[in-house]
């Protein structure tokens, strides 16, 4: 079964503070991608990646950056957060080369900035 | 670019009527269309896909979608639903070219069963 793991459900963080969210797919996907989900907007891209160590901007890269060593592992990095980036977020994985491919999505992460 | 267009935000509907979701999308090329189901506390799952060939396309749980190009819409249909049906329910847009990695989200229907 396809498996995509988001490390942390709930998080709280402070203002400031530089925080980490950590996905890791089983599937071998070279795709991966990390959304915001905000009541009222959907989903919104942030990043996302080719493969091994290649990253494009989505739409709203502003405040984030991220990181992608190993295949199966693809992190957020809030270098600051702010309340506003208060918000769930969805990562995801896809296999390449088939396009209209299935994108699989973990189970999201509860990001409160405080 | 590519848009879509989810212009129902929340959708209530008494168990065991049908019920339709609307989705229509902008784009200059040729696209794939996805339904996407979130039930509470979890993330997204395919409903439903059109790539190609047949415009109408159904799901393993009663779900069926139709590509309609003219009308550049690919509404979600279900005869009868059910309680468990209760979830959002996105609408996505992915082109054939160029950008074909990207899939672009509506911003979700809320379905609303009540008995």
């Known amino acids: 079964d396809v498996k995509v793991t988001q490390s942390s459900r709930y998080l709280v963080k402070r203002t400031g503070e530089k925080v980490f969210l950590e996905c890791v797919q089983d599937?071998?996907?070279?795709?991966m991608f990390w959304y915001r989900q905000d009541p009222g907007l959907g989903l919104r891209l942030i990043y996302f990646s080719y493969d091994v160590k290649m990253k494009e901007k989505g739409d709203i890269p502003e405040g984030y950056s991220v990181s992608r060593e190993k295949k199966e592992r693809f992190s957020l990095i809030l270098e600051s957060a702010s309340t506003n980036q208060t918000s769930m977020y969805l990562c995801?994985?896809?296999?390449?080369?088939?396009?209209?491919?299935?994108?699989?999505f973990g189970e999201g992460s509860w990001l409160t900035v405080v | 670019a590519q848009s879509v267009t989810q212009l129902d935000s929340q959708v209530p509907v008494f168990e065991e009527a049908p019920v339709e979701l609307r989705c229509n999308y902008s784009?200059?090329?040729?696209?794939?269309l996805f339904w996407y189901v979130q039930y509470p506390n979890q993330g997204l799952q395919l409903l439903l896909k059109y790539l190609s060939g047949s415009t109408l396309v159904e799901s393993i749980n009663g779900f069926e979608a139709e590509f309609n190009k003219s009308q550049t819409s690919f509404h979600l249909r279900k005869p009868s639903v059910h309680i468990s049906d209760t979830a959002e329910y996105f609408c996505?847009?992915?082109?054939?070219?160029?950008?074909?990695?990207?899939?672009?989200f509506g911003t979700g229907t809320q379905l609303k069963v009540e008995l």
């Open positions: 996505a847009v992915s082109s054939l070219t160029g950008g074909g990695n990207k899939l672009t």
């Open positions: 784009s200059s090329v040729s696209v794939y």
């Open positions: 599937m071998d996907h070279e795709n």
């Open positions: 995801a994985s896809r296999m390449t080369g088939v396009k209209g491919n299935t994108i699989y």
